[in-house]
């Protein structure tokens, strides 16, 4: 899963954070919705982050987005979604076919599950993890529009899947992490997601927090 992930102000993400400080929509929706706009630190379900998604020219270019999609009867954001499912379910079909994004982050936290003596799966220790090689974790993902007291404003949830031999004993989820050369392919309104897909990295370094 993916309920917490990292911002640091690199090289690689600092382009990313200044585009999205200098935005209007993210004024209006720091004005509108009460929360700032996070750029460093850590990320949780319901902050405002950049994103970057194709605009309508099907550009690249960053979006500010709320983290997780409000759905009518749930009481808290969805803020992960099922890769292999997302394509067949109503909350993600639409999303999926033509409104896919990706979230930058220096890493994502995970904490460890795992079956105690009294047969309950508990929560140990928390890790931070990103791909080997990599400062960046491209997290795929999928937006879509909502509204708020007439004021529209997108939002996002993260892709998972099975995780990586080297996590497994981590969690049975990881977030899709996207190799930087594929973020283009994944975004575009006309491109094959399940091909991009294929490409998602598994092969991560992690450590204890």
């Known amino acids: 899963m993916c309920y917490r992930f990292y911002m640091e102000l ?15 929509l993210g004024k209006r ?7 700032p706009l996070t750029t460093n630190g850590e990320v949780r379900p319901t902050n405002i982050v950049p994103v970057l998604a194709p605009d309508k020219s099907g550009a690249r270019v960053v979006f500010p987005m709320v983290w997780g999609f409000q759905v009518k009867g749930l009481s808290s954001p969805l803020v992960n979604a099922r890769s292999e499912t997302a394509s067949q379910k109503p909350t993600f079909r639409e999303a999926w076919a033509s409104h896919r994004c990706v979230i930058p982050a220096s890493y994502y936290f995970e904490w460890e599950h795992f079956v105690s003596p009294d047969g309950k799966v508990k929560t140990g220790d928390k890790f931070m993890i990103q791909p080997s090689g990599s400062k960046v974790c491209w997290l795929a993902g999928l937006y879509r529009i909502e509204d708020y007291l007439g004021f529209s404003y997108p939002v ?5 899947r099975d995780p990586g031999e080297s996590i497994r004993f981590i969690h049975d989820r990881m977030p899709v992490i996207l190799p930087e050369n594929k973020i283009t392919d994944w975004i575009r309104p006309d491109g094959h997601p399940e091909q991009v897909l294929s490409t998602a990295l598994t092969d991560m370094v992690f450590s204890r927090c």
């Open 156 to 160: 996002f949830t993260v892709l998972t």
């Open 29 to 35: 929706m720091v004005s509108k919705l009460g929360r």
């Open 10 to 24: 690199s090289p690689e993400l600092k382009p990313i954070v200044e585009a999205a400080n200098r935005s209007s």
